[in-house]
């Protein structure tokens, strides 16, 4: 183990459920003391940035460019849309605010953005807003306009 870093994985294949069980109790004695110390080098990374300000400025810019990014795409996809033809309301998609947008589509519908568009996203409609490019925002419009008509 590197000290304050999580690094690779374990797996243990037991040859009964009893022996699993048994097992699992040790597995969990040995593990706890690295759950407890969580990674340490994303805090330090943080902190650097934050200490000094020409890092802080730089990263407040690049944060700001990300969130202006995210609602241009916001408004670029309910304005392809409408181009599309769409009667329904699509304003929430921009009053919405994060990384991800409830279209507010159907379980059905879900269902044929994955199967016929390839399309993915949750099943309560849930999209990553951060996922949406200038290549793909028209295809994803024109998608969900055919599955919501």
Not at 48 to 76: P, T
Not at 116 to 127: A, E, H, M, V
Request: hydrophobic share 45%.
């Amino acid at each position: 183990m590197v000290s304050g870093e999580r690094t690779g994985a374990f797996t243990l294949v037991c040859s009964s459920k009893e022996e699993a069980i048994r097992v699992m109790s040790q597995v969990k004695i040995l593990v706890r003391p690295m759950i407890s110390s969580p990674p340490i080098h994303g805090a330090r990374i943080a902190a650097r940035i934050l200490a000094d300000n020409s890092l802080r400025e730089q990263w407040l810019k690049d944060v700001k460019g990300m969130a202006d990014r995210i609602i241009s795409m916001r408004s670029h996809l309910r304005d392809m849309l409408m181009m599309e033809g769409s009667t329904r309301n699509w304003q929430h998609i921009v009053d919405q605010i994060g990384m991800f947008c409830f279209t507010g589509i159907s379980p059905e519908q879900v269902e044929r953005l994955i199967k016929d568009f390839s399309i993915y996203l949750t099943k309560d409609g849930r999209i990553s807003v951060a996922g949406i490019t200038t290549s793909n925002v028209a295809y994803l419009a024109r998608a969900l306009h055919i599955v919501t008509q």
